[in-house]
């Protein structure tokens, strides 16, 4: 059974889409998606900067047609589950078919400029806890007055909020803990982002989503969502909502996945992957980062691909003929 993975804020690199433009209709298929998005995809992902590329408005479109852009370019009609961290929950949903693709890359650039806008309102951040015991890292988390914004996995939980509540848990970290500030613009996937929720329920309100063809998880309470409604209104209340990764996770491995495929800029979500899922049934993982990645995903899809009536339920096994046939 197969997973495919759409990483969040954070994942980028400067220039990270260059060799995807080789590729046939790549460049015109982003300069599409710009008008959508609101920002020009092919100068961010080719010739911006670091500083550029962290301007959330600008790279959470940005995250999501590169998703959307590889995956054009496998037989995704052969993945069973689909899922992503945070902003990129939105490709995961277009690939699961429960969004269309321009849905996806509007509703990225509304999420951006929103956030982006929020975080201009109150000086906060967010900071990696490294280690320790996940109860009392937590406990120290809310005794700063802070939140427990995105559970990774372990031994990884990202508090966010106000500067000074930060300074204090790098000051004094839980036992066996350390403290890594994130170079973000704010408090993410909190309270503090209320106002970026509310602007993107009011575009979102005129999506039209579709029924889910295969297993797509959600970030809230890593649980399968089958309603296109339902998925729209948790995208929504993720704006404010912390990631559950851990639980998504937890997901992947009740299912009994064995194999994942994590979409460019590639990287963080196979490590996180790699490190929880461990054992005889770890799963297979492919990192795909460039062009050349695609024939190692093309091959996995060939050995742990599944059928399209599979891919709703989860269960079944699928013959691989279509391996090498490309689906959007």
Known sequence: MLAVLC????????????????LPDAEARLRTWSTLAGVDLVHLGTTADADEI??????????????????????MRQVTVTAGHSV?????????????????????????????????????????????????VTATIDAHGLHAANRNGKGQVVAAGALDGLEKLAAAPPERARVVRLQVAGAFHTPYMSPAEDALATVAAGVTPGVPDRVLLSNLDGTAVGDGRELLE?????????????LCMATLASLGVTGVI?????????????RELTGADAPEIVAVKTPDDLPAALDLIARHGTTADAAIDGTSPRDNTDAGEASS
């Open 7 to 22: 990483p969040g804020q954070g994942s980028q690199k400067p220039g990270f889409l260059t060799p995807w433009l080789d």
């Open 234 to 246: 948790r995208l929504v209340r993720q704006v404010t909502a912390p990631v559950r990764w851990d």
């Open 262 to 274: 994590e979409l460019p800029p590639a990287g963080t979500l196979a490590g996180l992957v790699k």
């Open 88 to 136: 990129g929950e939105l490709g995961a949903a277009a690939l699961a078919g429960a969004l269309p693709a321009e849905a996806a890359i509007t509703l990225a650039g509304v999420r951006g400029r929103e956030m982006a806008a929020a975080c201009a309102l109150e000086p906060t951040g967010m900071a990696a806890v490294l280690g320790g015991d996940p109860d009392e």
């Open 54 to 75: 962290r301007d959330t408005a600008r790279t959470q479109p940005l995250l999501v047609a590169a998703a959307l852009l590889a995956a054009s370019h496998l037989p």
